[in-house]
């Protein structure tokens, strides 16, 4: 994206000079004889920076400082200025300007100027987000799986990664559609710019602008100072629009408006800021169905539609739980200063057998619970209810059907002829206290065919 800059100088062959030399470099640059005509430039559109000169027809510069900040308070200026009136210069910059061109300059030293301080604006940016992040976030998560189903993902993935598409994430909530997103962005082109996240779902609608496009000093009541939006904060990188499907159709249009146009302006202005974003969307709703019942837009269901990915359920992919289940016991074993922990292979087959409505993130909450209640360093059946948790007595309900009006996805897998076998081994191993010689004797198989089935589960 080119950066757009505003000059506002009486001087025709300053102006034309300054387009010139600053065009080459790859910049759109707008050109302003007056202070009256900079000001209104700046009410209709966004600048990345202003140069301008403090001898006006209408304007002191000084005083045309003041209005330039107070329109936009972050954009870079630097004042051009001659030897005589180095004195102006450095009260222009007490004032809020940036820096400084003595005239005559050349064109390195142009370009020089203009680029330290637009890349000093977009570090200040950056540094903004990074704050903003720090205070939601406490520690990395990492997408764990290698069954079919994760392989299928992540080969869809690994061909839509690299693009700018746009992308919505669909599927059960608490299957990770978030942390695809991150991943999305951290193997794509964008990967060292912003990865902006909005929770849409928490948004109410007076502030949903607001969190998006910005605003401007006193375009509400409350609006004490100008806020930037995430559509600005993730220019150049990732905008991820969570739950997306909560949102009332009335700003869905104005959404529509920011992803199709690549424009946005701050609630309270008309001035016009282009950005730089893709667009990463993710819901637990069924869109389509949304679209036929008239409770979201056809047009914006399309825009984000580009690339479609879907995050399967946990019981769609049991053979993961395990390593899951290894995964959290060493985020939470660090977290509580609990680093040796290990669950029971009865423990990993309760596990195993469990529906999981709340999919990844119940099993997250469970281990949680576990590292902080459990007794000793291996986590038993018995530590289950210490951690208030219930699997067993909810493994009798998924035995008896779901409840009405419940979605049945499979047929259940506690009737599978592979799984009665694992349970009864199982049992075996543990009434022997793991012996695998008295266990395989009892169990009428040799050491070999038992250490293989074990390897197969995970469990060796």
């Not at 064109?107 to 987000?129: F, K, M, Q, S, T």
């Not at 990967?191 to 849409?200: G, K, L």
């Amino acid at each position: 994206m080119k950066d757009r800059i505003l000059i506002i100088d009486d001087d025709m062959a300053i102006r034309d000079g300054c387009c010139q030399v600053l065009s080459r470099s790859g910049s759109e640059v707008t050109e302003s004889s007056t202070g009256a005509e900079g000001l209104e430039k700046m009410d209709r559109y966004e600048f990345d920076l202003v140069l301008l000169d403090l001898k006006l027809p209408d304007y002191h510069g000084l005083d045309l400082i003041r209005k330039i900040r107070d329109r936009d308070p972050g954009v870079p200026i630097v004042v051009i200025t001659g030897y005589g009136t180095i004195q102006n210069a450095v009260e222009a910059m007490r004032l809020g300007a940036n820096d400084f061109l003595p005239k005559p300059f050349e064109p390195d030293e142009l370009r020089l100027i203009v680029g330290r301080n637009i890349a000093a604006h977009r570090l200040a940016l950056e540094n903004l987000y990074l704050k903003e992040e720090l205070k939601r976030k406490e520690g990395e998560k990492r997408i764990v799986g290698g069954s079919t189903e994760m392989e299928a993902l992540f080969e869809q993935v690994e061909r839509v990664a690299p693009t700018d598409s746009t992308i919505l994430i669909t599927g059960e909530s608490g299957t990770g559609k978030g942390l695809l997103a991150k991943f999305i962005h951290e193997h794509s082109s964008r990967r060292d710019y912003p990865f902006v996240s909005v929770d849409c779902s928490t948004l109410v609608s007076t502030l949903f602008e607001s969190e998006l496009f910005g605003h401007v000093k006193g375009a509400f009541t409350g609006a004490e100072t100008n806020k930037i939006g995430k559509f600005e904060l993730a220019s150049g990188g990732t905008l991820f629009l969570d739950e997306i499907g909560n949102v009332s159709l009335e700003l869905q249009a104005k959404l529509l408006k920011a992803v199709e146009e690549k424009e946005i302006s701050r609630v309270g202005s008309h001035r016009i800021t282009k950005v730089d974003v893709r667009i990463i969307a993710a819901t637990n709703k069924n869109l389509r169905r949304a679209v036929e019942r008239g409770t979201f837009r056809q047009d914006l269901f399309f825009r984000l539609n580009v690339v479609a990915l879907r995050t399967p359920p946990l019981r769609a992919r049991r053979g993961d739980i395990p390593e899951l289940v290894r995964y959290f016991l060493e985020v939470f074993g660090k977290k509580y200063n609990r680093p040796r922990l290990a669950v029971t292979p009865a423990v990993l087959a309760l596990f195993e057998e469990y529906r999981w409505p709340g999919n990844v993130r119940e099993l997250e909450n469970i281990m949680e619970r576990l590292v902080i209640f459990a007794g000793g360093n291996i986590i038993d059946v018995d530590d289950l209810p210490l951690a208030g948790i219930r699997i067993g007595e909810r493994l009798k309900r998924q035995s008896r059907g779901t409840s009405a009006g419940a979605a049945v996805d499979s047929p259940p897998e506690d009737l599978s002829l592979g799984l009665a076998e694992k349970r009864h081994i199982l049992a075996v191993l543990e009434k022997t206290s793991w012996n695998r010689s008295e266990a395989s004797r009892l169990l009428g198989i040799d050491r070999k065919t038992l250490r293989h089935k074990l390897r197969k589960w995970g469990m060796e």
